[in-house]
């Protein structure tokens, strides 16, 4: 059974920083991981993807700059680190983890693929 729990979301002013968490459990590290956002009334998209055993890392162009995709594959524990946060980057991020055999989907990440953690509440005031 495999289970993703996120963690560290809360509600900060902007200009602020937070830090998420995901802590996986029952999940062999390989291919890809990721973390995605949606906000009420709109889609699900992409926000930052970090490869399992590589180095390689994707941004949200609205990203770039100020999150940062990391991990720690002893702790089986992937992390985001927000900065300059915006009141548009308010939303329930979500974390998930990618094992199939085929390329890493990406920012593009289908939600029908792979495992999804349950999200925790990101919101910023202005």
């Known amino acids: 059974q495999v289970q993703l729990v996120e963690s560290g979301g809360g509600s900060v002013q902007a200009g602020g920083s937070l830090r998420l968490s995901c802590a996986a459990s029952g999940y062999t590290y390989r291919n890809c991981m990721g973390w995605f956002r949606q906000a009420p009334g709109k889609e699900r998209e992409g926000v930052a993807v970090i490869y399992t055993w590589g180095s390689s890392t994707y941004y949200a162009d609205s990203v770039k700059g100020r999150f940062t995709v990391s991990r720690d594959n002893a702790k089986k524990t992937l992390y985001l680190q927000m900065n300059s946060l915006k009141p548009e980057d308010t939303a329930m991020y979500y974390c998930?983890?990618?094992?199939?055999?085929?390329?890493?989907?990406?920012?593009?990440?289908?939600?029908?693929?792979?495992?999804w953690g349950q999200g925790t509440q990101v919101t910023i005031s202005s």
């Open positions: 998930a983890a990618y094992d199939d055999y085929l390329p890493c989907p990406g920012l593009a990440w289908p939600v029908t693929r792979g495992y």
